[in-house]
């Protein structure tokens, strides 16, 4: 059985740094692709980052130079490192995962990772960053 569980949200100021961290179970990081979406009040989920079977780290460039994303396979645990946070980065951030089929790449240079090719979810962690 599939799971995935987030941890590590809370408010912040902006500039501030936080770190999500995805607990996985049932699931081999060295197997399938791991991505961070977000969902803003009112806004569709969109992705943040992801990390493929093999280790490589693909980011919007929304968050592109401010995000790092980390995997600790021993401990079946991803990390999202969020650094120079800005207000617009309040969301729900959710960790999520599909299959050995899930891409996790760039194709023109811009981050593909559909949402759609993602099956299991976490149940999210709320990121409020304010003064």
């Known amino acids: 059985q599939v799971q995935l569980v987030e941890s590590g949200g809370g408010l912040v100021q902006p500039g501030g740094s936080l770190r999500l961290s995805c607990a996985t179970s049932g699931v081999r990081l060295d197997y399938y692709a791991i991505g961070w979406f977000r969902q803003a009040p009112g806004k569709e989920r969109e992705g943040v980052s992801c990390?493929?079977?093999?280790?490589?780290?693909v980011y919007a460039d929304s968050v592109k130079g401010r995000f790092t994303i980390s995997r600790e396979t021993a401990k079946n645990t991803v990390y999202l490192q969020m650094n120079s946070l800005k207000i617009e980065d309040t969301a729900v951030y959710y960790c999520?995962?599909?299959?050995?089929?899930?891409?996790?790449?760039?194709?023109?240079?811009?981050?593909?990772?559909?949402?759609?090719?993602?099956?299991?979810w976490g149940q999210g962690a709320q990121v409020t960053v304010s003064s």
């Open positions: 999520a995962t599909g299959n050995q089929h899930t891409p996790c790449t760039y194709r023109s240079g811009r981050y593909h990772s559909p949402k759609h090719e993602y099956v299991y």
């Open positions: 990390i493929s079977n093999n280790g490589s780290t």
